[in-house]
């Protein structure tokens, strides 16, 4: 199946965290801290936890950073309490943003993700006001360089593990599955010797919006600004970053 490279948009963003790497570890420790302060510090019984550390792994994060968070997170010492809130609005264009965040001071992350959205020329919404054009989703990511299989094979090979649909580019086969069936799939692409660029679980959107001139500059600004903040753990839009750089 091939169709827009919704790994386009998510590489880019990825990028981009890479760049900040310091900022990036402390965003994964405290995704880490909450998944294991909510499901224990087992990995091999607590699936989100396991699921962090295999994406904080994925960034390069050290073991010792990772054990840290946990350990904060399973020992009596540690009182620190993140709440989830996820933000809903309109960057230039009418692109619809979704922003989630982990914090310890509403208030706090509240005025700054208002403060981002009016700088650069968006707007918030009511919750519920975009979350419509987006889907969750897992995803698997497989380079195509140096993968000797032909893209009708890659396909039956994802169908039979449980995934949904696979759209192929150049470079990849980005695979999609249900969040449900994430974990099964990719245990059995990973048993058949395929190994990932990414997998993660993620807020696909259902259709883009293409910007251009002033626009596209304030959009990628909002974006970068909201990644920035310490607060912010993802940020999902539905602008059309594939002919970005």
Known sequence: MAGHSKWKNIQRRKNAQDAKRGKLFMKLAKE?????????????TNASLRLVIEKAKAANMPNENIERAIKKATGNQEHT??????????????????????????NRTA??????????GGNLGETGCVSYLFERKGLLVIAREDLDIEEDDMLLQAIEAGAEEMETTDDSFEIYTTPENFEEVKNQLA??????????ITMIPQTYTTLTGDDLTKMLKLIDMLE????????????????LE
């Open 111 to 120: 005025s700054n993700i208002r403060v981002a959205f009016s700088k650069n």
């Open 191 to 200: 048993a058949n010797g395929f190994t990932f660029v990414n997998a993660e």
């Open 32 to 44: 880490i801290y909450v998944a294991a302060k909510m499901g224990g510090g087992d990995p091999s």
């Open 228 to 243: 920035d903040d310490d607060d912010v753990q993802e940020v999902y839009h539905n602008l059309d970053e594939s002919g």
């Open 81 to 106: 309490n993140y709440e989830e809130i996820r933000y809903e609005g309109y960057g230039p264009g009418g692109v619809a943003v979704m922003v989630v965040c982990l914090t310890d001071n509403k």
